[in-house]
């Protein structure tokens, strides 16, 4: 079992900065594979970044890569996800998922567990 909490979310305006974190608890967290995803109102939930369980390999969704960084602290059981020049088309709830292999997973179904989601909002 992974229990997931994220945290971070708030409202910015366009050209901001946000941190979102995502403390782990239960299972060895430097073995898992972690991503964020957003999922906007009468959207899918997408991928938005990905990481290992080592964090040697990254993955960017096309609409974020530039802007957003993906890390983890193994040392402290938290995933980060860094949000910088945030756009208004970013704003979206955020949620953070866990995965038993410690590789990139790409899709929802890849996932093992998740977070409840935290709000960003981005005004224009």
């Known amino acids: 079992q992974v229990q997931l909490a994220e945290s971070g979310g708030g409202l910015v305006q366009a050209g901001g900065s946000l941190r979102l974190s995502c403390a782990a608890s239960g299972r060895a967290f430097s073995s898992i594979g972690m991503g964020w995803f957003r999922q906007a109102p009468g959207k899918e939930r997408e991928l938005v970044a990905a990481i290992s369980w080592s964090g040697s390999s990254t993955y960017y969704a096309d609409s974020v890569k530039g802007r957003f960084t993906i890390s983890r602290d193994n040392a402290k059981n938290t995933v980060y996800l860094q949000m910088n020049s945030l756009k208004p088309e970013d704003t979206a709830v955020y949620y953070c998922?866990?995965?038993?292999?410690?590789?990139?997973?790409?899709?929802?179904?890849?996932?093992?567990?998740w977070g409840q989601g935290t709000q960003v909002t981005v005004s224009s």
């Open positions: 998922g866990a995965r038993y292999i410690g590789s990139i997973g790409y899709s929802t179904s890849q996932y093992d567990y």
